[in-house]
């Protein structure tokens, strides 16, 4: 059974920095690209940050460019988001997704498991 378990949101003022963690079990996680998207209240869920198997190669959304970093280590089969100047619009609910295989994704459709996710709120 495959398992995703995230950690790290919380609340933080506007300005401040977050390191979300995603523990992925159940499959070999270095084999499949990775993923992070985000749910707040009324909206869809939208794509954060992508990353390959090895972590050689990242994508991000624009919201995310500049401020965001996705990174893994395989040894520890997590992945990690590491969020600096935080807005109140970043504010939503943070999944991790683990992909099919080894191709970035940024569309939920395309993703086969889910963490339950983690909660970030933003202050101003």
């Known amino acids: 059974q495959v398992q995703l378990v995230e950690s790290g949101g919380g609340l933080v003022q506007a300005g401040g920095s977050l390191r979300l963690s995603c523990v992925t079990s159940?499959?070999?996680?270095?084999?499949?690209?990775m993923a992070w998207f985000r749910q707040a209240p009324g909206k869809e869920r939208e794509f954060v940050a992508t990353?390959?198997?090895?972590?050689?190669?990242?994508s991000y959304a624009d919201s995310a460019k500049g401020r965001f970093t996705i990174s893994r280590d395989n040894a520890k089969n997590t992945v990690y988001l590491q969020m600096n100047t935080l807005k109140p619009e970043d504010t939503a609910v943070y999944y991790c997704?683990?992909?099919?295989?080894?191709?970035?994704?940024?569309?939920?459709?395309?993703?086969?498991?889910w963490g339950q996710g983690t909660q970030v709120t933003v202050s101003s």
């Open positions: 159940g499959r070999t996680f270095s084999w499949y690209a």
């Open positions: 990353i390959t198997p090895s972590g050689g190669l990242t």
């Open positions: 997704a683990t992909g099919s295989g080894t191709t970035r994704f940024s569309t939920p459709s395309t993703a086969h498991y």
